[in-house]
């Protein structure tokens, strides 16, 4: 059962300029959370970017002209994030790993980091398939 209150929806146009509304608009809310220290906000704000920007390039890889919808819900214990496209749909089992720390192809990988960085930056993260493309479910636990 989801107990979850959804704070903010927020449509934006599949387009890079747009992201940053996205980031401001999560910064916004995080900051009223009770338990989202500054640290965090700064871990979340990048997650989220990361989180969009795949979203919108899924969108504009198939010439899709829905908007990228965010949403930001608590509960007592958790402020989640969700972003969802309606892109081909993504399996990040899919992605090839990236190069080791020691190899030299690693100092030549400029993209795909951002789903490392996402894991790395929240406390728990969902991609889930819909009807539509592919939720992502950023988590932040409340200290």
């Known amino acids: 059962m989801d107990t979850?209150?959804?704070?903010?929806?927020l449509e934006i146009p599949a387009q890079p300029a747009f992201v940053g509304v996205a980031r401001t608009v999560v910064a916004a809310v995080a900051t009223s959370v009770p338990g989202i220290d500054d640290d965090r906000l700064e871990d979340l704000r990048i997650a989220v970017s990361e989180a969009c920007t795949n979203a919108v390039e899924a969108h504009q890889?198939?010439?899709m002209h829905q908007r990228v919808v965010l949403r930001c819900l608590l509960d007592t214990a958790?402020?989640?994030i969700r972003v969802e496209d309606s892109g081909n749909g993504f399996d990040p089992a899919a992605v090839p790993p990236r190069p080791p720390v020691?190899?030299?192809a690693?100092?030549?990988a400029e993209r795909g980091w951002g789903?490392?960085?996402i894991r790395a930056l929240v406390d728990d993260v969902r991609f889930l398939p819909t009807s539509e493309g592919t939720a992502v479910h950023l988590t932040m636990r409340r200290i």
């Open 106 to 108: 690693h100092l030549r």
């Open 4 to 9: 979850s209150q959804e704070l903010v929806r």
């Open 78 to 80: 958790t402020l989640e």
């Open 115 to 117: 789903l490392q960085l």
């Open 102 to 104: 020691d190899d030299p």
């Open 61 to 63: 890889a198939v010439g």
